[in-house]
């Protein structure tokens, strides 16, 4: 594997670090890659479909996708890049839930055509909104739990059930639902389909937004009461969902390389920090052995990790196998911006704990906030980092199925209880 970007390469890169220096407002603060801000804050949420906007102009939304949908037929390196810059500067408006390994691959490859050219094109030209609702309250890791009932009438699902920790649904368009459609099968994960809901079109969904423990509102519950959807909007076969939902979680967990690339910023901004703040005795703190001993610590791991999100890039454009290394990154991903953020809060002391919800400047009160450090982004990383290890699957879950992938034995279940 050669870590070396080409000449053109690197000239896109260059472009896309153009584009965000122009279209991004000044002094931009960035969020985080999982649209957390821009899902809670209205003003991020526009700034989020002004660059989608632009994106779409530039031929960027869809890079990758087919032409005879709209899409360009661009080499997977493009779209990393895109990825990469975007994500390591905290800009809004690439939706993970459309272009980073969601419903539009999701589409791509399950797919009947009559849906791929309804909805393709309209995320391809910035329209929409996406969202993903897998989650209920008594099925997280374990998807094939879930109880959202879709029973099939006439031309029409009626669908009947809860999900939770939905992030975006308040603000989504469309979503691949995950329903349960035949309770009686056998083994739990062969009952499973998916549905595409349109949200705002569809009768019978209400919403209840969920404070974060960061602060950030942007997960809903949704409650469907006899909503009811097309039949044409199954994707994939009837009772046959659960390889969606596997494909499904391998890009999601492929989200960890986002996170490592994300927190790269975090990492040069406490750097930065430790660089101009002196400590009482007048010395900077980029002096101290212990504070230096531990940046350096945090920068080696989230490179070491980088370079494996580098790795699984490779065999996604070589078709390798990347179930062992999606797993391993979504573990790295998540252990690793949770030191960052725990280094950084010991870096901070009493200080990191000052700052507005989410660590965003446009809530920065000149009064109240007049001692936060870097307005309050390290007190928002130790929060909201926690579940890094837990959405998109468990650790315990990655941990396993990047065993499997190895071919060691799978994890034993405990003994029954007498």
């Known amino acids: ?161 809860q999900k939770t920790w939905q992030s975006a649904a308040h603000l989504a368009d469309l979503a691949p639902v995950y329903c349960r459609t035949d309770p009686d099968l056998s083994k739990k994960h062969r009952g499973i389909s998916i549905i595409l809901v349109e949200y705002q079109k569809t009768p019978g969904i209400t919403m209840r937004v969920l404070e974060q423990m960061s602060g950030l509102k942007a997960f809903c519950e949704v409650f469907y009461d006899n909503a009811k959807v097309p039949k044409e909007n199954l994707l994939g076969e009837i009772n046959g969902g659960w390889k969606i939902v596997m494909a499904a979680l391998g890009h999601e967990r492929a989200y960890g390389v986002m996170l490592l690339l994300n927190i790269r910023r975090d990492i040069d901004l406490l750097v930065q920090y430790c660089k101009e703040t002196k400590d009482v005795d007048g010395v900077p703190l980029s002096k101290n052995k212990i504070i230096r001993n531990r940046l350096a610590e945090v920068a080696i791991q989230q ?88 959405a998109a699957g468990t650790t315990e879950v990655a941990r396993n199925a990047a065993a499997g992938a190895l071919g060691l034995p799978r994890e034993p279940k405990p003994a029954p209880k007498k």
Not at 11 to 29: M, N, Q, S
Not at 59 to 66: A, F, Q, R, S, Y
Not at 361 to 376: A, E, F, I, Y
């Open 1 to 161: 594997m050669d870590f070396r970007f080409t000449p053109e390469e690197e000239a896109f890169r260059k472009e896309v670090k153009e584009f965000l220096d122009k279209e991004l407002p000044k002094d931009w603060p960035g969020v985080d890659p999982d649209c957390y801000h821009e899902d809670a804050f209205p003003a991020i949420h526009e700034v989020s479909k002004q660059i989608q906007k632009k994106l779409a102009a530039k031929g960027w939304l869809g890079l990758t996708w087919p032409k005879k949908y709209g899409g360009h037929e661009q080499p997977l390196w493009k779209q990393m890049i895109l990825e990469e810059e975007m994500t390591y500067r905290g800009s809004p408006g690439l939706d993970p839930y459309q272009f980073v390994g969601g419903m539009g691959d999701l589409l791509l490859e399950f797919g009947t055509e009559a849906q791929r050219q309804k909805y393709i094109p309209m995320m391809i030209r910035g329209e929409i909104k996406g969202a993903t609702g897998m989650s209920e309250p008594n099925a997280g890791s374990d998807l094939a739990s879930l109880q959202l009932k879709a029973e099939l009438q006439g031309d029409y699902f009626v669908l009947n059930g």
């Open 303 to 390: 490179e070491v990790a980088r370079n494996v999100g580098l790795k699984l890039n490779f065999l996604a454009l070589t078709g390798g196998n990347v179930t062992g290394t999606a797993n391993t990154v979504k573990v790295l991903g998540g252990v690793t911006t949770q030191r960052v953020a725990q280094v950084g809060m010991q870096i901070l002391s009493m200080y990191g704990q000052l700052g507005p919800v989410g660590g965003n400047w446009r809530q920065t009160d000149p009064v109240k906030d007049k001692w936060s450090v870097l307005n309050g982004r390290f007190k928002h990383l130790y929060l909201s980092t926690i579940c890094n290890t837990i």
